[in-house]
């Protein structure tokens, strides 16, 4: 019998696991939001994944519902389970993932190592968290925020009154998150898989950079990391996995402080721009070991297949033309690189595809991906 995994939301994320679906012989149905998505090769349906009718006639007939984002409601995601319908990673792993000041809550209790935090409803309270730190912080909408947007470093609590004012008049309510700000050396994510009987498989750490508050490279695995810092990471990692029983991949997003501490900034649970290196650096790509994972079947080695991996996000592309006018050029000049495009429109700042070098070098295969994203630029 064919496997059947259903994919809500039709971003690259999606796209990407299409690949490794057709490979195995998994039958991949995506929800998607609108008709040209990049996932839309594998749409079985266009739908509004906050609708639970939607979703539900969409899980009708696949094995097991997982995601290309974090944001189906709650009450979707329970009247999927309601219905009997395998849903991973679950609701009660997602709420961690889908609101920041949940997530900071639950990683105090498992006694994860974080930046200091609090939760603000008014600019009073923010003003008494500014005070007590040095006059500045990060501030961040606790819900929906991507790629940077919903954080804010401030100085003043004036500078998040817009965001007070639409809590106010969110039925919700709640509060904003507030966290000090990081003197950090560098950024490290840390990627583990997780099946539901329990199996886990322990990616390398990388070491990611972000412009902007967007991902811009991933290297693989993160350069000058001793075993200490390797085993932390990944001890953090498996903790989180198991603690809030994540299942499919999980990302932990990791700040490395100048005094050698490393901090839990964030999670993903699904594939992760972090992770993109895998899909041509190592035995197992996350998008593959995600199919597995969701579907209860034996993880794949996460090992590199090389030393080291560069990935380049293809951020924006050229002003005129789609990405594979560049192709002829590109090929040509870097045959060494991986070329991923997702099928969107290039805009400014947008993430449109990426590139994977692998080699013995480090500096050299960052250089070469470097320079063969570039060929994507204007
Ligand atoms: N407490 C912090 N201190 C310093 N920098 C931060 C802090 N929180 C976030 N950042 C910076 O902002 C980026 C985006 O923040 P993050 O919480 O990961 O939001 P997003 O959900 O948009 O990825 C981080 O990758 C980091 O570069
Ligand atoms: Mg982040």
Known sequence: MVLRVGVVGGGQLARMMIAPAVELGVDLR?????????????????????DADTVLAFARDVDVVT?????????????????????????GALRFAQDKLV???????????????????????????LDEHGGRAVVKTPRGGYDGKGVRVVSAASEADDWFAALAEDARGGALLVEELVDFSRELAQQV???????????????????????????APAPHAGDRLREVAAGIGVAIAEGLEVTGMLAVELFETTDERLLVNELAMRPHNSGHWSQDGSVTSQFEQHLRAVLDLPLGDPAPRAPWSVMINILGGPARGGLDERFAAAMA???????HTYGKTPRPGRKVGHVTVSGEDLDDV????????????D
């Open 30 to 50: 995506v929800l998607a939001e609108e008709e040209a998505m990049a996932a839309s090769l594998a749409a079985s349906a266009v739908g509004d994944y906050r």
């Open 193 to 219: 898989a997780r099946r539901p009987s329990g199996e886990v498989a322990v990616y390398p750490v990388v070491e990611t950079v972000q412009r902007d508050g967007v991902c811009a490279e991933v290297l």
């Open 103 to 129: 997530m900071r809550a639950r990683l105090a209790e498992l006694g994860m190592p974080q930046p200091d935090w609090a939760a603000v409803s008014t600019t009073v309270e923010l003003q008494e968290f």
């Open 366 to 377: 960052a250089y070469r991906a470097r320079a063969a994203a570039s060929s994507f630029l």
């Open 333 to 339: 000049e870097h045959p060494d690189a991986k070329v």
């Open 67 to 91: 995601f290309d984002h974090e944001h189906v409601p709650q009450d979707v995601l329970a009247a999927l389970v309601q219905a009997g319908i395998a849903v991973h990673p679950g609701p």
